[in-house]
């Protein structure tokens, strides 16, 4: 069973950025999907974005659009998120999970895998 790290959260003023990593423990195949997902106290976890392995397919969730950017780096079995001009309402914990199959990346049971997730903090 592949583990996942999540890394790069922390305190940010808003319009900072912050760029989170995802590292797997072992290389696992390039059609698999990476996804990002954060979760508020008391709301619903909530999809980001995803990439295969290999960098392609990628897929942001609207509110996101113009601001996140997700990357993969194979070599060294990583996917990062790179987030810009962060807002108060992204404060949340971000998660990365793997999908082992072709289902809807956007939804969080279609995932096989998750990291202990990243705290993500945006200030007035």
């Known amino acids: 069973q592949v583990q996942l790290v999540e890394s790069g959260g922390g305190l940010v003023q808003t319009g900072g950025s912050l760029r989170l990593s995802c590292l797997a423990s072992e290389r696992t195949f390039s059609s698999y999907r990476v996804g990002w997902f954060r979760q508020a106290p008391g709301k619903e976890r909530e999809f980001v974005a995803a990439?295969?392995?290999?960098?392609?397919?990628?897929t942001y969730a609207d509110f996101v659009k113009g601001r996140f950017t997700i990357s993969s780096d194979s070599a060294k079995n990583t996917v990062a998120l790179q987030m810009d001009s962060l807002k108060p309402e992204d404060t949340a914990v971000y998660y990365c999970?793997?999908?082992?199959?072709?289902?809807?990346?956007?939804?969080?049971?279609?995932?096989?895998?998750w990291g202990q997730g990243t705290q993500v903090t945006v200030s007035s």
């Open positions: 999970g793997e999908s082992v199959y072709g289902n809807d990346v956007r939804k969080p049971r279609n995932y096989n895998y």
């Open positions: 990439i295969t392995w290999s960098g392609g397919l990628a």
